[in-house]
């Protein structure tokens, strides 16, 4: 089966949730135009890292960004993921979300690896499940930015069947080669297709990368974007992931009694 996937590389106003969401909207709009039926935006796409502020910008799953992405799912008929900050029993998570063409929510993942460097320990609690959900009836798995550094953390997914890895990063500038290789690697490593958005633009503390990506099974790279901001298309057929993983069954070949 193939889907046309849109990933909205986009510059975030600094906690300024609103004026996001305009942008968002008006970008996932011209995605649905070209065909796009699964739109990926980046992480925490509507306050960015303004992290002390999210007593008063974070919101519950049931806010207006929730409202709004239910509805240009249900506009468009396409599914939705990215990451916001999410408000629950005066605790903050950095939290990934699916809505569907039925506005329903798919899934929710809790960022399980928080990042020192940018902070989240101190603001952020951490998630403690898995992010799957299907799409279409194929498994996926959603993670956020620092997760692809932990591949095991990729590979619990990869052995619940998962057949595409979806990354949503605010990922800066200078590591920007970290970015590419890591998630090549993830893509080879576990025959999976790997969908990543990355924002571009600046924040009063990093500069960030872009460099979106969509690359195959094989690591072979499908769609990257530039460092502007941009919408990227991509066109990937699933069962190349069944086709590759015959030919190398790394799946049969692992050794768990000898390694996690
Ligand atoms: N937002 C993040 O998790 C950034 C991760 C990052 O920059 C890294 O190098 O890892």
Redesign the pocket.
Known sequence: MTVKIGIIQMDIAFGQPEKNRHAAKSAIEKAAEKGAEFILLP?LWTTG?DLSRFPSIAETLEGPTHQLLKELCQAHEITIAGSVAEKDNGHFYNTFVVYDPSGERKAYYR?VHL?R??D?EKFLHAGDKEGLFELNGTPMAGV??????FPEWIRTHMLEGSRALCVV????KP?VD??RSLLISRAIENQTFVIACNRIGSDPNNTFGGHSIIIDPWGNIVAEGSEEEEILTGDIDFSAVEAIREQIPIFRDRRPDLYK
Do not use: N
Request: hydrophobic share 40%; charged share 35%; aromatic share 24%.
């Open positions: 992480e890292y960022k990042f460097l940018m989240e956020i930015c620092y997760d692809i550094r990063a605010e990922w800066p590591r970290h970015w």
